[in-house]
């Protein structure tokens, strides 16, 4: 019998590859800035072989490439008919690509992120937030997954809501704040703070992802393993980032003086890459 990620993880740390976006943006498939990823309608064959990719590399999650395959971030491009079937199509090519490799005991995750519209005082747009967690959730829960990881989230109330629309799905949640600089949610909470909330509320794992590097991702995740019972997870960016510049959407490269701006982030991020030791 298959087991669930809390029984794997019950048996020790396992592996999680993330960051299909900038993937896709370096080989020309989507564009920086609106970052919708629908070369899952597109170009599937191309979201499967960096899936085989990412499994060949050693991951343990198949992770569905739905983050910013969202109503709202459809609805600026003028795509919002797509919701659907990319939502569906990105669950699908996740798993086709699992049983693709039947010798290796792997887990597909469904995943849900910020919504870009959440503002804690608007009744209605906590709402709206619940609705499109609510219907991703749901094409998850109907593909099959074997959880859904909310994540990139930097207010603890989105992150509530987030969470409560797994849970009432029946699924295993996994929750992962990105902690903007100040080391705070938007709200001003802790990141252990936060995560503690999201074990009360019963996220069956919470920990961090996106936003920092390793260093800085785990000064944080080593106030959170004190706080909570739970399981953790780290998904930091493969980035450089400092005490001074903590995240890497505000980040420089000293040495390039000609990014227009001095912003490395998002197309001039390569100098700052960690090696694998980093990693």
Not at 145 to 150: L, P, Q, Y
Not at 160 to 168: E, G, Q, Y
Not at 196 to 203: F, R, S, T
Request: aromatic fraction near 8%; charged fraction near 25%; glycine fraction near 8%.
């Amino acid at each position: 019998m298959k087991k669930n990620l809390i029984d794997r993880l019950n048996n020790g740390p396992i592996m999680c590859a993330e960051g299909y976006l900038f993937a896709m943006e370096r080989r020309g498939y989507l564009s920086a800035g609106a970052f919708v990823p629908e070369v899952v309608l597109e170009h599937p064959e191309v979201v499967t072989q960096l899936h085989r990719e990412f499994i060949r590399a050693g991951t343990d999650i198949v992770q569905a490439f739905t983050y910013y395959g969202h109503r709202e971030k459809l609805r600026i491009i003028g795509k919002e008919e797509l919701l659907e079937p990319l939502q569906k199509n990105a669950l699908k090519i996740a798993r086709d690509a699992a049983n693709e490799f039947k010798d290796l005991d792997l887990l597909v995750c469904g995943d849900v992120a910020n919504t870009n519209i959440f503002d804690p005082g608007d009744k209605n747009s906590s709402l709206a937030c619940q609705k499109m967690f609510e219907e991703q959730v749901g094409w998850a829960k109907e593909a099959g997954v074997d959880f859904v990881i909310a994540e990139t989230i930097n207010w603890t109330e989105e992150m509530k809501i987030a969470l409560k629309a797994i849970k009432d799905a029946g699924l295993i949640a996994v929750c992962n704040f990105a902690i903007p600089r100040g080391d705070k949610t938007r709200e001003g909470h802790s990141a252990e703070d936060a995560c503690k909330m999201m074990e009360d509320l019963g996220a069956d794992v919470v920990g961090l992802n996106c936003y920092r590097g390793p260093k800085m991702t785990m000064k944080l995740l080593k106030k959170v393993r004190k706080k909570v019972s739970c399981h953790v997870s780290g998904l930091p960016v493969p980035y450089r980032t400092t005490e001074e510049e903590p995240g890497f959407l505000n980040i420089t490269d000293h040495g390039c003086d000609c990014i227009p701006g001095g912003n490395a982030f998002p197309v001039a991020l390569d100098n700052l890459l960690c090696n694998r030791y980093e990693m």
